[in-house]
């Protein structure tokens, strides 16, 4: 039988010598590299590439582990997230109302020191307006049951507010003294002038004060001994000071002691509740 | 009642609401909203002007919604049943204010009867009868609120003033029923009561 030449025994032949000259080139690399204790160019390389694809490969395997370990919490992660946004929320409001009881804990504080003062008087609280608001008046939570009168003089901490002019059982109308229908006796301090303090609808005007009378701005007039307040409670200040030629009287602009626009908690006083001043 | 029966009533109705002298007006059917509606209509309006009024006021005077939702009933009801509502309404706001005796339970009342007749005249040609008619009764009312305060002994200690405040809620009530009108365009009715 006559062998056949091919090229394809020569190429297994070549390859095979390549193979080992390569192995040796290798050995003799990494053998040189072991007598100097250093790492070879080989190892070098091999590791770097190495490193990169483990990193890759790490990267890869924690992701998935990451996905499925999510994938597997997710239930639980989700109730989670309920329990903190319901806690958030909570939260959110407990802040709310904490901060709210802050900012009147000042305005509680100054009406219970004048409730002190006062043993018979009814704290009690702005509860409505007039629905029209053409007159000034305020409604407040508490009426007969509570012992409130009608002509009773209402109070805060900055001074009068009004008086009594409806009473039902839960709940009162109080003319605040801004409206044009209250009319309070007033002394001006500085000189014991009386006059009439009424409403203008925004601030009090104080009117048929003596022509003599000397009235300054910013004199403090405070409430004579009436029907519905005792002497002494703070109305305002003087701001303006109308002194016509020739008139009978002279009257006085003067700004209510009390913010008319934010009262909220007030006291009614019984006009025969017992001052306890200093 | 079966199909003849609703429509004889409706016919009576009709000749019931519009008398002979007044053939020349537009034909009138009253034309209820759902009793509901304006029992909640009321009650919200009473609520919010209870409670907000000085910090919604416009120059001192805040829109009255509680005689728009008067004005609305009338208009769709008649005088008759207008002034009964505004008898109701003028009484709960009375009662919240607490120092006007009757007087806005008698001026609503006749508010609501003049709203229920302006929109028998000329009026009920438009859906938005109920702006012209809003700035009429608003200001009616204040007049016979003050008669009827002067009656009682409390007369106005700030005329003026409490005109000034009249005219803008007059202006404010009228806007308001506009933008109500153009927002619930329903608000006006089917349309029935009208030729």
Request: include cysteine.
């Amino acid at each position: 039988m006559v062998s056949i030449f091919t090229y394809r025994d020569e190429r297994k032949l070549f390859a095979v010598v390549g193979a080992i000259i390569v192995a040796a080139v290798v050995a003799l690399i990494q053998l040189d590299a072991a007598k100097s204790g250093k790492p070879s160019l080989i190892t070098i390389a091999v590791g770097s590439t190495a490193l990169f694809v483990q990193s890759a490969a790490a990267g890869l395997g924690n992701s998935l582990r990451g996905a499925s370990a999510t994938l597997g919490d997710a239930p639980r992660l989700y109730a989670r997230n309920a329990d903190l946004t319901a806690e958030n929320r909570s939260l959110r409001g407990e802040n709310a109302r904490l901060r709210e009881a802050l900012a009147q804990a000042p305005e509680a504080e100054a009406i219970a020191r004048t409730a002190a003062e006062l043993p018979g008087a009814i704290v009690a609280t702005v509860v409505g307006f007039d629905p029209e608001n053409l007159s000034r008046i305020v409604t407040i939570d508490r009426g007969s049951e509570a012992g409130v009168h009608r002509d009773d003089g209402v109070i805060d901490e900055d001074g009068v507010v009004g008086r009594v002019v409806d009473v039902a059982p839960l709940r009162s109308t109080v003319l605040l003294a801004i409206d044009g229908a209250s009319k309070v006796p007033a002394v001006v301090q500085s000189g014991r002038w009386w006059g009439i303090a009424t409403g203008t609808n925004s601030r009090i005007r104080l009117q048929y004060v003596s022509q003599d009378a000397k009235l300054h701005v910013g004199d403090a007039v405070v409430t004579g001994d009436g029907r519905s307040f005792r002497a002494g409670l703070m109305l305002g200040r003087i701001s303006e000071v109308d002194h016509p030629e020739g008139a009978l009287y002279q009257t006085a602009l003067i700004e209510p002691a009390v913010a008319f626009g934010r009262i909220s908690r007030v006291l009614v006083v019984p006009h025969d509740t017992p001052a306890d001043e200093p | 009642m079966n199909r003849s029966d609703s429509e004889i009533a409706r016919t009576r109705a009709f000749w019931d609401a519009n008398k002979p002298i007044e053939t020349g007006a537009p034909g009138y059917v009253p034309d209820p909203p759902v009793w509901w509606h304006v029992a909640l209509a009321l009650g919200v309006a009473l609520g919010l002007q209870a409670t907000l009024a000085p910090f919604i006021a416009v120059r001192g005077a805040v829109v009255s919604m509680v005689i728009l939702v008067v004005a609305w009933y009338a208009v769709r009801t008649g005088s008759l049943r207008g002034f009964a509502f505004g008898m109701v309404a003028g009484a709960c706001e009375d009662a919240l204010t607490g120092a006007t005796g009757v007087a806005w339970t008698f001026s609503t009342a006749l508010a609501g009867a003049l709203a229920g007749r302006l929109a028998r005249t000329y009026l009920a040609d438009t859906k938005l009868a109920l702006v012209p008619g809003a700035a009429v009764v608003t200001l009616v009312r204040y007049g016979a609120f003050t008669l009827i305060m002067q009656s009682q002994g409390r007369g106005a200690a700030l005329p003026l003033v409490q005109l000034h405040a009249a005219l803008w809620q007059s202006a404010l009530d009228a806007a308001v029923a506009l933008a109500a009108l153009w927002i619930f365009p329903a608000l006006g009715g089917s349309g029935a009561h009208r030729r």
